[in-house]
């Protein structure tokens, strides 16, 4: 199947059915669009990786390695909840699991066959209680890690949800599509699923939605086909701001991906004809900028996802039959370097705190990398009496200093550390999880930041109760 034909059944109606077999299309939850590939020996498609029999590709960059998991589907989503615990949804009537950061994935039932269906989002808020979303608008609820799940009934409509995420364990969203043609689709609850409600908006010429961003209960992002929804009150009103984004040339864009940092800055995957498919906003989704790349370059359209680290360190994925490629940035999105290329199609990305990024890929593959240090976090072993956030070392620096931290004892409770600028922004964010008690130390590269005083602060806590909070004054000297 060439480019042009690809750009053009991007923006065309397509079918929700879900059947997977040796004479059936494989169905690709992000680019939305039906494409036939060769069927291999077992009655899936083939997928043999660009490197023989490793499994290792390596380059100057990063390390990528994949699983093989059990399932030969397509990976539609990976989220970890933690180091060790992590859950995949696939499209073949179930989900993954892991218990020890990947290395094994076990399949996972919904023992139910009353829709033979895919599944594309998948979103826990802690070790036992998550959701996943798919074809049919099923959504299905396990409050067990996944050992069981019950079956949430949507508003009664037809259609197929994509994405889905929750704020806690009561507020939550589903998106994607309903009806034929579709038409956008989200349903928000409040009380952990016991009962969902419609509040899409009626947008002109949108076909559906394809992912979400949240930054709280009230102001969230969603994108879809030529559409980028914004609301500041949880879905009581939408403001539509696809405008913002520069048209193509036949005035269509498939948003297949959204993320940001901070309130301030994002990035959007897409897909149309002029091949421009990385944009990124630095006020607010006011005005996106197309940032080139070799994916571009390439003659190749669509970004399936994209996910940042920090201001400047972050990943978008590429796929299509037969080809895909991931893709790094070090600069915020300036420049991009392909990181990966297989046979495989990338499909989705979650990056876990600063310790994994993850992928999922065609023929039931989970890539992953680690990302090099400074990003890490390391942790001396030896047991604090206190709670202490020393001073940043080298300082005066350029451009890479280091900053130390003790806990002294197990909290239960989670620990960030983050960088500010001198007008307060928050600008990056180094730690944001659970630690045990110990001597902890972190680098920090400010290669892409300007000059000046930075703050780094330190806060300890458990829901409404601060254990330890310390902040800390630094200065970048280029």
């Given at each position: ?325 991931i893709m790094y940035t070090s600069d915020g999105g300036n420049n991009w370097t392909i990181d990966e290329q297989s046979v495989n199609w990338f499909d989705c990305l979650h990056i876990y705190s600063n310790k994994k990024a993850w992928c999922g890929a065609s023929g039931g593959r989970i890539w992953y990398t680690i990302p090099q240090p400074p990003l890490g976090i390391s942790n001396g072993g030896e047991i604090p009496i206190e709670f202490k956030l020393e001073q940043n070392y080298p300082n005066p620096f350029n451009p890479i200093t280091k900053i130390r931290f003790q806990i002294p004892v197990e909290t239960h409770s989670n620990v960030s550390l983050r960088i500010y600028n001198i007008t307060g922004r928050e600008i990056e964010t180094l730690v944001n999880e659970q630690l045990n008690p110990g001597t902890y130390e972190v680098g920090w590269n400010a290669a892409n930041y300007p000059s000046g005083v930075y703050y780094y602060q330190l806060i300890v806590n458990s829901g409404q ?14």
């Amino acid at each position: 199947m060439n480019r042009a034909i690809i750009s053009i059944i991007i923006f065309s109606l397509y079918y929700n059915i879900y059947t997977f077999s040796q004479n059936n299309p494989v169905y690709d939850s992000r680019s939305d669009y039906w494409s036939f590939v060769n069927p291999g020996a077992n009655g899936t498609y083939d997928n043999y990786d660009n490197i023989g029999n490793s499994n290792t590709y390596s380059n100057n960059l990063f390390t990528w390695q994949f699983v093989q998991t059990p399932i030969s589907y397509q990976i539609a989503e990976v989220f970890f909840i933690d180091s060790l615990t992590g859950w995949a949804s696939h499209l073949f009537m179930g989900a993954l699991r892991t218990t020890n950061s990947g290395f094994n994935w076990e399949t996972i039932s919904f023992n139910d066959t009353t829709f033979t269906t895919g599944f594309n989002g998948v979103h826990f808020i802690n070790t036992n209680t998550g959701w996943c979303v798919g074809g049919a608008l099923q959504i299905r609820k396990t409050t067990n890690g996944g050992a069981n799940w019950t079956r949430q009934i949507p508003p009664p409509v037809a259609g197929i949800l994509r994405s889905v995420f929750f704020i806690d364990e009561n507020t939550g969203y589903a998106a994607g599509s309903k009806n034929f043609p579709y038409i956008p689709f989200i349903c928000k609850t409040t009380n952990g699923g016991v009962n969902w409600a419609e509040i899409s908006p009626t947008v002109a010429g949108a076909q559906e939605l394809n992912d979400q961003y949240w930054f709280n209960a009230s102001t969230g992002w969603l994108c879809g086909y030529d559409v980028l929804l914004y609301t500041t009150n949880g879905g009581t009103n939408f403001s539509n701001l696809y405008s913002n984004v520069p048209p193509s040339g036949n005035g269509h864009i498939a948003i297949l991906a959204i993320q940001f940092i901070n309130n301030q800055t994002g990035w959007l995957g897409a897909a149309n004809l002029e091949r421009n498919n990385v944009y990124k906003t630095t006020n607010g989704g006011a005005n996106w900028f197309f940032q080139n790349n070799p994916i571009s370059q390439g003659g190749m359209n669509q970004i399936n996802d994209v996910k940042f680290l920090s201001n400047g360190i972050g990943w978008a994925v590429h796929g299509t039959p037969g080809s895909g490629a991931i893709m790094y940035t070090s600069d915020g999105g300036n420049n991009w370097t392909i990181d990966e290329q297989s046979v495989n199609w990338f499909d989705c990305l979650h990056i876990y705190s600063n310790k994994k990024a993850w992928c999922g890929a065609s023929g039931g593959r989970i890539w992953y990398t680690i990302p090099q240090p400074p990003l890490g976090i390391s942790n001396g072993g030896e047991i604090p009496i206190e709670f202490k956030l020393e001073q940043n070392y080298p300082n005066p620096f350029n451009p890479i200093t280091k900053i130390r931290f003790q806990i002294p004892v197990e909290t239960h409770s989670n620990v960030s550390l983050r960088i500010y600028n001198i007008t307060g922004r928050e600008i990056e964010t180094l730690v944001n999880e659970q630690l045990n008690p110990g001597t902890y130390e972190v680098g920090w590269n400010a290669a892409n930041y300007p000059s000046g005083v930075y703050y780094y602060q330190l806060i300890v806590n458990s829901g409404q109760l601060t254990f330890y909070t310390n902040t800390k004054k630094m200065v970048l000297i280029k």
